[in-house]
């Protein structure tokens, strides 16, 4: 049986990560500082450790306790707006924490890493759908940052030899079917849990930042994908690498996009309750359109997205909604 370290498995995807990966009959172990995760979403069967990336003798006590065959590292600031207002919280978190993390993998021998990055490196598109070959220009701090932690991937591969997978979300959504986890920040920034904050009166409208984009309808378009479905494609990636497989690059969503306006009227739908929204200014670092073509992840990880439909993803975050209106708190 195969143990995975996973850094950030406290977190919103990493949480959920961690939940297929005892599903699939891996052993895991947890690390996380707290500072965004929280221990109740932590699965009962992974062994969790509390601390920071970026304290390299303690990810050295964990390599040391622990027999480790991969690393999926999801531990990482990762908010538009606040990386535009504080760039260099996400240099010295998410580059300089990777940093730590790759040279405690090269000490204890560790190669294999599958690691999250973002349809945010891409800043605004050449071409839609987005194909990994395409330009790289990212539009705010945060996919800069993704940005240098792929491209240190890459070179410590041709230096120390450790094999990486890096998987390009694009917007993760909804939660895992048990309704024991799913998406908390604090703040919540993110569209879908504050459109159902709103449904669910614990706001009063939902801001929608720019109705003048060159889109359909002028709101943002983005591509929007089940956390578990992102969840799936970790567990492939690592059976991938463990298999001997080269390190790639893979865009994970589902190839259709919806505006802001879109999502809103869907989330109506499922709530059978009117969403009030205020039209607001553009968020800084927003680019238009984003939307994946995931082709590449299918053919070479089999990755075949089991909840595409939008309307279903808002259904399962609703449902965690509706039971946890505090998140973590209830
Ligand atoms: N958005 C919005 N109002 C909000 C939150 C988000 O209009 O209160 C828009 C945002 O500008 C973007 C889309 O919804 O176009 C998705 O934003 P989110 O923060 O959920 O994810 P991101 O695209 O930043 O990863």
């Known amino acids: 049986m195969k143990t995975v370290l996973v850094p950030g498995g406290a977190g919103y995807i990493g949480s959920h990560t961690v939940y297929a990966l005892v599903e699939s009959g891996a052993e895991v172990v947890v690390i996380d500082n707290l500072e965004t995760g929280y221990e109740k979403a932590i699965h009962p069967k992974a062994r969790f450790y509390r601390g920071d990336i970026r304290d390299c003798a303690f990810l050295d006590s964990v390599f040391s306790h ?5 690393v999926i590292h999801f531990a990482a600031n990762s908010l538009v707006g606040e990386s535009m207002t504080d760039p260099l919280k996400y240099y010295d978190n998410n580059v300089g924490g990777t940093r730590c993390l790759l040279r405690s993998m090269v000490r204890h021998n560790i190669n294999i890493v ?3 990055s973002t349809a945010a490196v891409y800043g605004e598109p050449e071409n839609i759908p987005i194909l990994e070959s395409d330009r790289t220009a990212p539009a705010n701090a945060y996919g800069e940052t993704k940005l240098a932690m792929e491209r240190m991937f890459g070179w410590t591969e041709l230096a120390h030899g450790i094999r ?3 998987l390009r979300y ?4 909804g939660a895992h079917e048990c309704g024991e986890i799913g998406e908390a920040h604090k703040p919540e920034t993110h569209l879908i849990p504050i459109v159902l904050q709103a449904a669910g009166g614990k706001r009063e409208n939902v801001s929608v930042y720019g109705s003048d984009y060159d889109t359909r309808d ?3 378009v983005r591509d929007y994908v089940h956390v578990m479905d992102l969840a799936e494609a970790h567990v492939l ?5 463990l298999k001997g497989g080269k390190s790639d690059i893979f865009n994970l969503g589902n190839g259709v996009g ?3 306006s879109e999502v809103i009227k869907t989330a109506e739908n499922v709530t059978g309750r009117p969403i009030p929204v ?3 200014p553009r968020r800084a670092g927003d680019p238009a359109q984003l939307v994946a073509s995931s082709q590449k992840a299918r053919d070479v990880l089999g990755w075949n997205p089991r909840t595409p439909s939008l309307k279903a993803i808002v259904g399962t975050a609703w449902h965690w909604h509706r039971s946890h209106p505090n998140g973590y708190q209830d």
């Open 278 to 280: 205020a039209v607001a």
């Open 114 to 116: 599958v690691f999250s």
């Open 237 to 241: 990636a690592v059976d991938h690498l």
């Open 164 to 166: 990486y997978v890096s």
């Open 258 to 260: 919806f505006t802001v």
């Open 66 to 70: 622990e027999s480790i065959d991969a």
């Open 170 to 173: 694009f917007n993760a959504c």
């Open 218 to 220: 002028g709101t943002c």
